[in-house]
């Protein structure tokens, strides 16, 4: 019963700043470890960053390290992907997705996941 609708995408220069949103509804974000995933049509779902349901713990894969941030805003039901220093492999159809709390979060990191959400195009020009 969980929705999560996602925004934020768009053209962005190489080098340049998108911050990606998602919004939950159905369930106490508090319950859910959040994450974000990419993909594109020659490649399956990636892995990009999550954040535990009270926000203690992230983690993000190698690529984005020191580029992006994933954060959340449990009182307005939303996570956030700040990305800077978009790069030429960056551009893909970003996802949303949700897992509960009767996992750890960590799963998400390994491709688990219980919900998603419509995705949001990156494009990166130049």
């Known amino acids: 019963q969980v929705q999560l609708v996602e925004s934020g995408g768009g053209l962005v220069q190489a080098g340049g700043s998108l911050r990606l949103s998602c919004i939950a509804s159905?369930?106490?974000?508090?319950?859910?470890?959040m994450g974000w995933f990419r993909q594109t049509p020659a490649k399956e779902r990636e892995f990009v960053a999550c954040?535990?349901?009270?926000?203690?713990?992230?983690d993000y894969t190698q690529s984005v390290k020191g580029r992006f941030t994933i954060s959340r805003d449990n009182a307005k039901n939303t996570v956030y992907l700040q990305m800077n220093s978009l790069k030429p492999n960056d551009p893909a159809v970003y996802f949303c997705?949700?897992?509960?709390?009767?996992?750890?979060?960590?799963?998400?990191?390994?491709?688990?996941?219980?919900?998603w959400g419509q995705g949001t195009q990156v494009t990166v020009s130049s």
């Open positions: 159905g369930r106490t974000t508090d319950t859910l470890h």
């Open positions: 954040i535990s349901n009270l926000a203690y713990y992230t």
């Open positions: 997705e949700a897992l509960h709390t009767t996992r750890r979060y960590t799963e998400l990191a390994r491709g688990a996941y219980d919900f």
